[in-house]
């Protein structure tokens, strides 16, 4: 991986960073501002309200902090050598499966070389960001990830039984997490292809391996 393709990741790891944050965090606290606000207002007209505006407020506050940790693990780049490639993608299915109870996923997940610490954690964000997608449009009740080594590749696949998705060659500017993945794939000199229809979409990707890998 060259100087230009490395900061292609580092410029796409900002762009998800400033919409994830944009997307949660963000949305949250201006909730919790006008949570605040009716508080104050109650206060000189209905105490009971006021308190009962605050336990409300005080929730939102949890939340958001569980928010920021989540963000904070994720941006960390050692998460492979913390816990393992393993313990990761077991800590990612338990995450989507409490906060998303009905959606089923399914993962089949090769041992990756992490030792080039960029690739792996771009495996990773890349099937985050499909699930992200998946669960964001496509109303989906199933989802499949495979990582997989073949040959001289690493071969991604991203797919679901939701309502699909019109197909095109250039991701439109409102996309962000499509984009995301593209603009991933390609500082991995991968390639990637998209199927959809009424049945669902899925994601082909494939990356090339390092010498030695």
Aim: hydrophobic share 40%.
């Amino acid at each position: 991986m060259n100087k230009k393709d490395i900061l292609l990741l580092q410029e796409s790891e900002r762009k998800r960073i400033a919409e994830e944050l944009h997307d949660t965090t963000v949305q949250d606290m201006v909730y919790l501002s006008q949570q605040l606000e009716l508080v104050m207002l109650y206060m000189e007209k209905d105490l009971t309200l006021a308190k009962l505006e605050t336990i409300t407020a005080r929730k939102q506050i949890k939340h958001i902090i569980g928010g920021m940790r989540d963000t904070i693990y994720n941006l960390r780049p050692m998460i492979f050598d913390d816990i393992g490639w393993t313990a990761a993608w077991e800590r990612l299915k338990k995450k989507f499966a409490e906060d998303y109870p009905k959606l089923e996923i399914e993962l089949d997940i090769d041992m990756i070389d992490t030792s080039d610490g960029l690739t792996a954690l771009s495996i990773y964000r890349i099937v985050c960001e499909g699930c992200q997608n998946i669960i964001k449009h496509s109303k989906a009740s199933h989802i499949q990830i495979s990582v997989k080594k073949t040959g001289s590749q690493i071969k991604i696949l991203i797919k679901d039984d939701g309502i699909g998705m019109q197909e095109y060659d250039q991701c439109p500017s409102n996309h962000f997490g499509l984009q995301f993945i593209i603009e991933r794939v390609k500082a991995l000199s991968g390639k990637m292809k998209i199927a959809s229809d009424h049945s669902g979409t899925k994601i082909s990707i494939k990356i090339p391996m390092k010498a030695g890998e």
